[in-house]
């Protein structure tokens, strides 16, 4: 939306005031400007801006104890509690490999920071927020009650910006490095050689980078020995059956800046609306099934035997989520998991577009 029509940040503050119970993503739509332009307006009011410095921002919350880590894209909403520890820092990529708290972070593509404070009650809760230079939310974190204030009051003040005023600069949307969309001139014989000497799936991208290949082109030209269309359905069959037989699993959701990652049983699967949802003591998952355009099973080889993941995709070609049976390094895949995922309902595969 053009720069000149957007509210001032007094008339957010009103529309936040005026709709409290609606959600940021929501409210920020309706007002035609990011959610990061909507947090930014209260400045001074419940809100402080801070640097997006991830290095020091994980190596700072290990103290904060138990939080909700957060992490969405515009149609799945990944929600773990317990601890950032076992942490790697990086400029490039960092880690946290924590029991509960599994995160690949990004941290060029962070932009805006805030720390928020949001009365419900009598209560406050706390939270910080960061999002890309378009104002995309790419990780929260909130705290619980087990938190420790005193450690997050100290991390906030740290990272607090010198510039604390109600607006930020928003850049147009930046394009995704896996999403090409345009024909390829990929060679299939190229592809199929490239795909059949993968010896680990961390490999993957720099296969389809080498090929200026999307992640769905590449699944969808490659064969169907290697990847094979599944019914929409596919992935609430999936769920079912890895809660009724008490399979862990791996559910990666994830946006530009970040991926979060279960590992574990699942039990929990509640349907509601166009909503499927899991709500176990230590993960949620939210996944709008009305966005689901296509659901692919994928098989990857490696030095320890091909794996098996379940790769959903919205209309326009990106990852909605991805979900891997339950393994480390150096072990080969669970045969339930194998099993469930070569007999999930297929449907016949589209050409490669």
């Not at 969309?181 to 296969?207: I, K, P």
């Not at 090929?211 to 609430?236: H, I, T």
């Not at 390094?329 to 995922?341: I, N, P, Q, V």
Request: glycine share 8%; charged share 25%; hydrophobic share 40%.
């Amino acid at each position: 939306m053009d720069q000149r029509v957007k509210p001032a940040p007094h008339e957010i503050r009103r529309a936040r005031t005026e709709n409290p119970k609606a959600r940021e993503r929501d409210l920020a739509a309706q007002l035609g400007i990011s959610e990061a332009e909507l947090v930014a307006a209260h400045c001074g009011d419940g809100v402080v801006r801070i640097e997006p410095r991830v290095n020091d921002l994980l190596t700072g919350l290990e103290a904060v104890g138990e939080v909700m880590a957060l992490t969405r894209n515009e149609s799945a909403v990944h929600e773990k509690i317990g601890v950032y520890d076992k942490v790697i820092t990086g400029n490039h990529s960092a880690m946290v490999l924590g029991e509960n708290i599994d995160l690949r972070i990004f941290p060029k593509v962070w932009a805006h920071g805030f720390a928020v404070e949001k009365r419900d009650g009598d209560k406050i809760r706390r939270s910080l927020q960061f999002f890309d230079a378009a104002g995309e939310a790419m990780h929260k974190v909130h705290l619980r009650p087990a938190s420790s204030l005193y450690a997050y009051q100290k991390l906030v003040a740290a990272l607090e910006s010198s510039n604390q005023e109600p607006t930020v600069d928003i850049s147009g949307p930046t394009s995704d490095d896996e999403i090409h969309g345009g024909e390829t001139t990929a060679n299939l014989n190229d592809l199929r050689d490239r795909w059949s000497r993968l010896t680990d799936v961390h490999q993957f991208f720099g296969m389809l980078k080498t090929l200026k290949l999307s992640r769905r082109q590449a699944v969808r030209m490659v064969g169907q020995d290697y990847a094979w269309l599944l019914d929409n359905d596919a992935v609430r069959a999936m769920f079912h059956h890895a809660a009724g037989g008490e399979m862990p699993i791996m559910c990666f959701v994830g946006n530009r800046g970040c991926i979060q990652i279960h590992s574990g049983p699942v039990k929990s699967i509640k349907p509601m609306g166009p909503w499927i949802n899991v709500l176990d003591e230590t993960f949620h998952l939210h996944l709008r099934t009305d966005h689901i355009h296509e659901v692919w099973a994928v098989r990857k080889p490696t030095k320890d035997g091909h794996v098996t993941s379940l790769e959903v995709y919205a209309a326009d070609g990106k990852m909605i989520i991805q979900f891997f049976g339950k393994r480390h390094e150096g072990e080969s895949e669970r045969d339930d998991w194998r099993f469930l995922a070569e007999n999930l309902p297929r449907i016949p595969s589209p050409t490669a577009a």
